[in-house]
């Protein structure tokens, strides 16, 4: 700001001294406008009634927050398994069942060892966890061809968000379940693995005649 001598006194005498008048020389918001459009200045973020500009980039900062919360990183590659069963099932399912049943093998050889009735003395048998994943990996595509046929032949009569848990059609599928596909499935497991140690057609039968149904009984009361 400046100052000028105030020339619109009428009194001579106060010519000499004159009297002050004040002068502002702030841009107005018209020329502030024009400059920052001429020279690309960016517009100064408003203040609020206290005087304090907002904070920048809040929206930013919280979006990059729920990019790496684990949930956002579950929810992206749960939806990209999900896209990988639609696209190739047989190829995902085997996969997926190859490591549930190899780690479900390693889970319960932890427990044996455990309990002191281990198959072996120390360490893993990774011969036997090899042939519980290999049979994953082949049983998977009887699982996905065994289910889409149960729900071709016995379709449900509501939608699966309406439909009560203990309605017939439910019912009759985990029959169907438990005393057809499961002994079909189990007879098929012992005998691969069976086969897989080299105990020929004798070793399957053997193996189906200790351990057929006492593995039936304990899948039925799961």
């Known amino acids: 700001m400046t100052v000028l001598p105030n020339t619109d006194s009428k009194n001579d ?28 200045v960016p517009p100064t973020p408003s203040r609020n009634s206290l005087g304090q500009a907002p904070p920048l980039n809040e929206g930013s900062n919280h979006n990059s927050t729920v990019a790496s919360s684990p949930l956002h990183y579950l929810k992206k590659y749960g939806n990209a398994y999900l896209d990988m069963v ?7 399912k085997s996969i997926t069942a190859t490591f549930i049943l190899g ?16 198959t072996v003395d120390t360490g893993v048998d990774w011969p036997r966890a090899g042939r519980f994943a ?54 098929m497991m012992i005998s691969m693995l069976s086969i897989l ?7 399957v039968r053997l193996d189906l005649h200790e351990n057929f149904w006492n593995a039936l009984v304990a899948n039925c009361a799961l």
């Open 86 to 92: 639609e696209k190739r099932p047989l190829v995902t």
């Open 134 to 187: 290999l049979f994953g990996f082949f049983g998977a595509p009887w699982s996905h061809y065994y289910f889409h046929a149960l729900d071709t032949c016995l379709p449900p009569i509501q939608p699966p968000e309406q439909q009560p848990c203990c309605s017939p059609i439910t019912v009759l599928k985990v029959c169907v379940d438990q005393f057809i596909q499961a002994p079909i499935l189990l007879a």
């Open 13 to 40: 005498a106060s010519d000499h001294y004159g009297s002050i008048q004040v002068v502002s020389l702030e841009p107005s918001d018209e020329s502030l406008s024009l400059l920052q459009h001429r020279h690309h």
């Open 197 to 203: 140690k080299g105990q020929g057609i004798e070793g």
């Open 103 to 118: 780690g479900a093998d390693l889970c319960a050889q932890g427990l044996e060892h455990a309990r002191h009735v281990a």
